[in-house]
């Protein structure tokens, strides 16, 4: 079955730097990629996705890239603030109802 | 408001006293989920259902069972809790079994198996 990596596991980044959380992946069937935030205390949250059929997304401050050939993906955040202080979570998919792996999460400290 | 509900969202109890976790969701969602989380593990899929009376085993189902007799419910149990369930539990829920769905998560269950 899929299995997914994620690196790193901690990540602390200055107010204003920009933060890179990187995830691969086994199978070349799986073609959805989201991402989950989840804030301290709180239930984990999509942030944002990506399907295979396109390289890269963005959203304000948020992207994330696919790259197929080499079964990964990454998560870019621009600009951090410290609300994004969070741990984060890839996860990655088959179509047709096979369901969502996760990576073992990334937890982002943001210092101000 | 569309949500994901727990209950209860925290738990103490002892080796081997039959508990159950409920939840719900009101998006009439046909995909539902259980999760643990534990730290330095990430998510763990339990179970799985895709649809009313279609249960699938996730990860780490050993220990646990489900149901989904309705298609709003699915209610997590644990026949003869252990200590090493002591966990953090998320129900959650998408709209459809395509894969490409959002997964819409409850609030968490924190249980805790003396």
């Known amino acids: 079955g899929e299995n997914v990596e994620q690196h790193p596991s901690t990540l602390s980044v200055q107010e204003g730097d920009s933060a890179v959380i990187k995830c691969t992946y086994s199978d070349s069937a799986s073609n959805y990629f989201p991402w989950y935030k989840q804030e301290l205390g709180k239930r984990p949250q999509l942030i944002i996705d990506i399907r295979s059929n396109v390289g890269e997304k963005k959203d304000q401050r948020i992207a994330v890239t696919l790259n197929k050939t080499a079964k990964h993906f990454s998560l870019h955040i621009t600009e951090t603030q410290p609300e994004d202080s969070a741990v984060y979570f890839c996860a990655a998919s088959i179509p047709k109802g096979t369901p969502l792996v996760f990576g073992k999460g990334t937890r982002l400290s943001v210092i101000a | 408001e569309a949500q994901v509900t727990q209950n209860p969202r925290y738990l103490i109890t002892v080796t081997g006293k039959k508990l159950t976790v409920t939840c719900s969701q009101n998006?009439?969602?046909?995909?539902m989920s259980w999760y643990r989380q534990d730290p330095g593990l990430g998510l763990r899929q339990i179970y799985y259902s895709m649809n009313v009376e279609v249960t699938d085993k996730g990860d780490v189902p050993e220990g646990y069972k489900v149901s989904r007799k309705e298609k709003r419910n699915f209610p997590l149990i644990l026949e003869s809790p252990s200590p090493n369930q002591t966990s953090l539990y998320f129900c959650?829920?998408?709209?459809?079994?395509?894969?490409?769905?959002?997964?819409?998560f409850g609030p968490g269950t924190r249980l805790t198996v003396l």
């Open positions: 998006m009439n969602h046909e995909y």
């Open positions: 959650a829920s998408s709209l459809g079994t395509s894969g490409w769905d959002t997964q819409y």
